[in-house]
């Protein structure tokens, strides 16, 4: 939900519980005090009364006026004086209105009577009703000019946070694209954005710096790694190796080559964490599956390795000379980590592939496997295909998942 939907809503129904409790303690209070005014009018009249019997010592004329009637009746007990709402008899309306009474009492030539004062409140809940009616107009238009300043006024005081927020979407490392700064008089706003701008600046200096480090150290690695293996084959060829001293050789060699390997994939996974391989194009997976096991199959036949595919036609965007290192990478893994005269199982369909590989009998650490440097009990790799592979999913949008099926190590992408 957006900030501004998120505000409206928030304020809306604040404004709307506000005016709803307000209109009823006004309607409540209102209602209390004209039904005081109404009761201040039975008290007047009942005083009319009891200096009428006070005057002349008996009792006046029963009244029954068209909002006012007054009778009297005999009482042989005391009478509570109270005030409560009755029903009024409107003869000229012929219909039955709400209606406030008094009872008291006076003692006429030694008679105890009930005074009974009644008035109609008709008028009094009609101005109460036109009071109300007046309030829930303020309200409905106090609520309608709350949503127009904010369909309008609010929006456009936050267009300048959302104009930052649309660059920092677009910001992009590889373009060197800079976030400008956002014409605006708000001074958190133009805060904000100095800062952000700021940022970018270094963000993009720290990149190419490190760019240019990694590119820089991955060259520099490689030639004394080179020269090495340049000196390790004159040393061989010369022939003064003895056979002790050849076993430690052929260790160097490994070590050199694990050493390139390793190189090679921290460059590799440095270019594609800085998203360096941006160019991409449409790719018929299958062709591509079908060449990188031409490459194996020198080392399927000497591994005993039996490899079953069931591949389908099936286009894929993705960079050309990325696409190679993640199916080199999977075979490689699927190898590296069978036994021998094992088998792998290849499966390739329109937005799917799988391989899945004999090896050992307990599934790997799901929450592990694609963490740099991690390697299973035993292996000789460098830990960092299958986090190589990982990356390449993650940078082009694919979907990576391991699982342990049927005694089979399965590692399903999805397109």
Request: hydrophobic share 45%; proline share 2%; with cysteine.
């Amino acid at each position: 939900m957006k900030l501004m939907t998120k505000y409206n809503r928030i304020g809306l129904w604040f404004t709307i519980a506000a005016m709803v409790i307000t209109g009823l303690v006004y309607y409540f209070t209102i209602s209390y005090i004209l039904s005081g005014q109404v009761d201040q009018d039975l008290v007047t009249e009942e005083k009319e009364v009891l200096d009428y019997v006070k005057s002349n010592g008996r009792l006046p004329h029963v009244l029954d006026l068209e909002n006012l009637k007054i009778s009297f009746e005999p009482s042989a007990s005391p009478v509570k004086r109270e005030f409560h709402d009755e029903a009024f008899f409107d003869k000229r309306e012929n219909e039955t209105e709400s209606g406030r009474q008094l009872t008291s009492s006076v003692v006429v030539q030694g008679q105890l009577y009930r005074i009974r004062i009644i008035e109609s409140k008709v008028e009094t809940d009609d101005l109460v009703r036109l009071i109300f009616e007046v309030t829930l107009t303020i309200i409905a238009v106090l609520l309608i000019g709350l949503f127009v300043l904010n369909r309008f006024v609010v929006r456009n005081l936050w267009r300048p946070f959302y104009a930052i927020l649309h660059q920092i979407t677009r910001f992009n490392l590889t373009d060197q694209n800079k976030i400008s700064k956002v014409e605006t008089g708000i001074d958190e706003f133009k805060l904000m954005n100095d800062e952000i701008a700021s940022m970018s600046r270094r963000v993009n200096r720290d990149y190419q710096e490190l760019k240019n480090f990694t590119e820089n150290a991955a060259h520099e690695l490689m030639t004394p790694l080179s020269l090495v293996n340049f000196k390790m084959d004159n040393l061989v060829q010369e022939g003064l190796v003895s056979d002790r001293q050849g076993v430690l050789v052929e260790e160097i060699y490994q070590t050199l080559a694990k050493m390139k390997k390793l190189n090679k994939s921290m460059l590799m996974l440095a270019r594609i964490e800085n998203r360096l391989f941006d160019e991409r194009e449409r790719i018929d997976l299958a062709n591509a599956v079908r060449d990188a096991l031409i490459q194996f199959e020198e080392l399927f036949r000497k591994r005993g390795i039996k490899v079953s595919t069931a591949i389908e036609s099936a286009e894929i965007v993705v960079n050309v000379n990325v696409l190679p290192v993640l199916l080199n990478n999977l075979l490689s893994n699927a190898v590296n980590h069978n036994y021998q005269n094992g088998k792998i199982l290849i499966t390739v369909s329109k937005g799917y592939m799988s391989i899945a590989n004999t090896g050992t009998n307990k599934p790997l650490d799901a929450n592990a496997i694609f963490q740099r440097f991690y390697k299973a009990a035993g292996s000789e790799g460098t830990g960092l295909g299958l986090t190589l592979i990982k990356e390449i999913c993650d940078a082009f949008g694919f979907t990576l998942q391991y699982e342990f099926h049927k005694g089979l190590h399965v590692f399903e992408l999805r397109f």
